[in-house]
């Protein structure tokens, strides 16, 4: 599946929700699902600056993919970074560098999330879209 038909799914999904809280409780179910990030990860090298809360994102690139894991301290965080790793991780990054973070903006988040968090995604956007960069000569 393609970047842009995630977000399309994604987009779908939160609109079986009319409330803005029910959306944000759904961003919060799927950060409930995150897989944990290893310990060795909870390091400041992989802290995203810029964040309000305790936020951690590993990328690595394998056979032309990239791959995300992260880890936050708030459930909330937990759900944004779970979106931002279901749309770009395992894929390749030719295809990350094609899409435009103003992409994410048919989703809605600006609408749920304070400003402060959109500052974190932001922040996590940035560090995706550099390592695709500097991933993207390495197979």
């Known amino acids: 599946m393609k970047i842009k038909q995630e977000i399309k799914d994604l987009v779908s999904e939160f609109e079986m929700f009319d409330d ?3 959306r944000y409780e759904y961003i919060i179910e799927l950060g409930k699902a995150l897989k944990p990030l290893e310990l060795r990860y909870k390091t ?3 802290r995203v600056q810029g964040c309000q809360s305790l936020l951690w994102l590993h ?3 394998k056979n032309g993919k990239l791959y995300l894991n992260a880890d936050g ?3 909330i965080v937990r759900g944004l970074v779970g979106i931002l790793i279901r749309i770009y991780s395992t894929r390749d990054i030719d295809d990350i560098l094609e899409t435009k973070i103003s992409d994410l903006e048919v989703l809605g988040l600006s609408e749920i999330i304070s400003s402060g968090r959109q500052n974190g995604i932001a922040s996590m956007l940035k560090i995706i879209y550099e390592s695709a960069k500097d991933f993207k000569n390495v197979k």
């Open 73 to 75: 301290d708030a459930l």
């Open 59 to 61: 990328a690595y690139v």
């Open 20 to 22: 803005i809280m029910d």
């Open 44 to 46: 400041e090298i992989y």
